[in-house]
């Protein structure tokens, strides 16, 4: 029993080692990784849900398409300025 729980958690760390390579080889934000252009994104309804950190884009110029990595823009926070006190 203890030899098939180890087997069976090599096999879950190379899947997890496979997923983690395959989505860092994947290009990121949205432009295009041939022309540099922006690319238009494909909207998939199941896809989006599924699997909501990848993208599927476009490009217009060159006709490229496939995967991306989807960039989440940067949270504009306020921060408040503080007055500067001389101590
Ligand atoms: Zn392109």
Request: aromatic content about 6%; some cysteine; glycine content about 4%.
């Amino acid at each position: 029993m203890l030899v098939v729980l180890v087997l069976l958690a090599t096999v879950l760390m190379r899947v997890a080692i496979i997923t983690a390579v395959v989505y860092l080889l994947l290009p990121l934000g949205p432009t295009c990784p041939h022309c540099g252009a922006e690319m238009a994104a494909i909207r998939n309804r199941f896809f989006d849900r599924l699997l909501p950190a990848l993208q599927r884009r476009w490009c217009v110029e060159c006709g490229w398409n496939g995967i991306v990595r989807r960039v989440r823009p940067a949270p504009t926070r306020r921060t408040a300025r503080r007055p500067l006190i001389p101590s």
